[in-house]
């Protein structure tokens, strides 16, 4: 049987144990606040316990000892988490993209030396693993500005919203890129490590050099092997879970897609644009959602036009620029996935990859919107130009 328990990603699902501990606590352990002076000071009051009661020992014997330091007030439900796993022999499993995040990797946390003695020394009693998901790395900042961009289109969210009078609105996606490899030249959060960065995340080499250099094992899953994430995960890497695993390997493999594809806020912007050049009425846009047209739209352009992204007017980047992302992507693979980067699937594979998402797909291209809205004035002005192949 399993012996495991998972907090759930990001902890929404909020877990309780049989004694009705919030696994979730655990996040306590990435707080830098409560890991860095609280943590440091209830330390200190160990060591001078410890010395006062060795003293004692020495000279009366074996005295009456004060109980005690108190453990910071965010960690004591932590700690009885700890606690019972442990008597029960269980594994623990926390997931979080917060751990990602690239101001968790400032200097009272991700680049603190502090920080990281202090939470060994709290986890002195458990083997810890960390671990990472590698991406190829200009996969993963596509995919990151497409989190990013579509963060607010989420269910349960009313709507991206409409445009503003005035408001200025810029759908090139290179220039955001640019900026995110400009951005990852260079130390981060006035620390000494150099770390990739897209849209607020850190990739697999931040990740590595923070917490390999502090002493914890690194994990690597790969999300380009034939292996599922998953599989590698509850198979390879979590030693307490064999149910898990006998149904993840007797399972059909699920595919892997994105929530959102390219074309979805290509749409997006078309849509917005509509509405800024008055072809979308401001009735309209009280009584729908930007989202749901944007939907309908998109739908539309696929299923009924039968067009795709590649078909609408785009603006591309500098083959010389392209070129560079490419060569920082192998680059990064090469240094931290060198095994991964010599087979058949590494850089022969990777270059394939970024030929079809460039050049066939387009992906890192934007729509010239001046050139798709000129001429129209209504929407079926509009609709009759998304039926053009444009490019």
């Avoid at 007797?250 to 509405?275: G, H, L, M, Y």
Wanted: proline share 6%; charged share 25%; aromatic share 10%.
């Amino acid at each position: 049987s399993d012996h495991y328990w998972d907090s759930g990603i990001e902890c929404l699902k909020e877990p309780f144990t049989d004694q009705r501990l919030r696994l979730c606590s655990i996040e306590s352990l990435f707080n830098g606040r409560v890991l860095h002076t609280p943590y440091s000071k209830y330390r200190n009051q160990l060591a001078q316990q410890a010395l006062m009661n060795s003293t004692d020992q020495a000279v009366f014997g074996s005295p009456w000892q004060p109980p005690p330091p108190e453990l910071p007030a965010p960690l004591v439900e932590t700690q009885r988490v700890l606690d019972a796993a442990k008597e029960q022999n269980i594994s623990l499993v926390y997931s979080s993209e917060f751990q990602g995040i690239s101001t968790w990797y400032d200097k009272t946390r991700f680049q603190s030396p502090t920080y990281f003695s202090n939470l060994s020394h709290f986890l002195k009693d458990w083997d810890v693993s960390v671990v990472v998901t590698y991406r190829r790395a200009f996969d993963w900042m596509l995919s990151s500005w497409k989190q990013n961009v579509g963060r607010q289109a989420k269910v349960g969210q009313p709507s991206i919203p409409w445009p503003m009078k005035g408001e200025v609105f810029d759908t090139n996606l290179w220039k955001v890129i640019r900026q995110r490899m400009e951005s990852s030249s260079k130390p981060f959060g006035d620390g000494p490590m150099i770390m990739t960065l897209s849209g607020g995340f850190v990739f697999i080499d931040g990740m590595i050099q923070s917490w390999r250099e502090s002493g914890y094992p690194i994990h690597i899953m790969n999300f380009h092997s034939k292996r599922h994430i998953s599989e590698q995960l509850l198979c390879d890497t979590i030693p307490d879970t064999p149910k898990s695993c006998e149904y993840l390997e007797q399972r059909e493999a699920p595919t892997k897609a994105n929530s959102r594809s390219r074309i979805w806020f290509a749409i997006s912007d078309v849509i917005f644009t509509a509405a800024q050049r008055g072809l979308i009425s401001q009735a309209t846009q009280a009584n729908r959602t930007r989202m749901a047209m944007t939907d309908e739209l998109a739908e539309h352009h696929k299923r009924v036009l039968n067009k795709t992204f590649a078909d609408l007017p785009l603006d591309c980047p500098p083959e010389d620029e392209l070129q560079e992302l490419l060569n920082m992507s192998l680059t990064l693979e090469e240094k931290w996935m060198p095994e991964w980067y010599a087979s058949p699937d590494g850089e022969a594979a990777h270059r394939e990859a970024f030929h079809r998402t460039v050049y066939e797909k387009r992906e890192f291209c934007h729509v010239n919107l001046d050139r798709l809205f000129k001429g129209v004035s209504t929407w079926d002005d509009l609709l009759g130009r998304l039926n053009r192949t444009m490019t």
